[in-house]
């Protein structure tokens, strides 16, 4: 009974918490993307990895933790050579022991991914991967400013199978500027024929500070409107869950049993570090973020401080507001009575009237305690969530 009451303690000290890794330097910078990335070349990459590890480290000191799942995204990981790779995770093998059941996912790029990165990422426990494929066709991929081809997609995927990786993801996005439904078609059917555990779909999402905006708003370029990337979305649904890969949040598919660990501790509203520049994470009561450019990062770290440029305190009806709309991104949505004992109180004395409004509207349904979107609602999410804000 005593050795019990010892795990327990320890278990209390040291709370699983999930870990995002930021590797923010790519090797070509996309005309869409607003990540927090820097061009690899010239970059101080080593003394990056180096101050990484001690935030890892500074932080352990304010507050132990186990990982429960890690996620190494970017900018692009694998743009980091071989040995950079090997520093980078023999570095987090030593700050974050894990158990070899957990889910280690790296982000990385057609094209740069090669048999000796993937040995390193073997040797070191990642089983799982996530490929930025986009689409298919050489032509869009480079309006959109990608460096890979689609050969480059098959080469990679060859040697990550040789390599012996078996959960893999390829993130695809539609709505792009010149693509049409049988364009988007072809990069469907070349998609499910690979096969693969999980796919993300997302939409092309204008970003400030992009070439995309900037084109946008000079008139030199048209993206497809709203009707278009609707059916380009229900083209997705269809194609994906005749192949046996079901949705489970509103972009993501997978084989049952496979579904992205990480990213449904987002989903549910559970708390994580963010490590590196730019980084956000939520711990307790606090959503906070790192300082983006490089050496902003790097000299808080130097002097023995965490890099963190803001933190946002939440309120109660913040995290009601949070608990509602990113759960409602599932396809089983928000177990009412599980937001009832996490937040002691009564589900329907918050948001009661906006519930039945939403249902009465066949914008959700309400089956076996589960609150979840209607198929209606898939396509207007957005609109649905903005219910779910409470003025203060």
Known sequence: MEEKKIILSQSLIQPKISAYIHIPFCEHLCYYCDFNKFFLEGQPVDEYIQALLKEIRLAKQQQPFDVSTLYIGGGTPTALSAKQLDVLLAGLQKELPRDNAMEYTVEANPGDLTADKLAVLKNYGVNRLSLGVQTFDDRLLKKIGRKHSAQDVYDTLKLIDQAGFTNVSIDLIYALPGQSKENFQQTLDQAVALDLPHYSL????????T?????????????????????MFEMALTSLEKAGKMQYEI??????GLESQHNLMYWNNEQYFG??????????DIRYRNFG????????IAENKLPILEKEKLTTKNHWEEEMFLGLRKKQGVFLQHFSKKFGVDYWSVYGDVTKKLIN????VLEDGWLKLTPRSLFIGNLVFEEFLLSE
């Open 202 to 209: 997302y939409s092309l999402i204008l970003e400030n500070k």
């Open 211 to 231: 070439r995309f905006m900037n084109w946008v708003r000079q008139g030199r370029l048209a993206m497809p409107d709203d009707d278009l990337a609707a059916d």
């Open 251 to 256: 972009s993501n598919f997978s084989v049952p």
């Open 275 to 284: 490590f590196g520049a730019g980084a956000s994470g939520f711990l307790r």
């Open 293 to 300: 450019p490089i050496p902003h990062y790097l000299n808080p």
């Open 361 to 364: 509207d066949k914008l959700l």
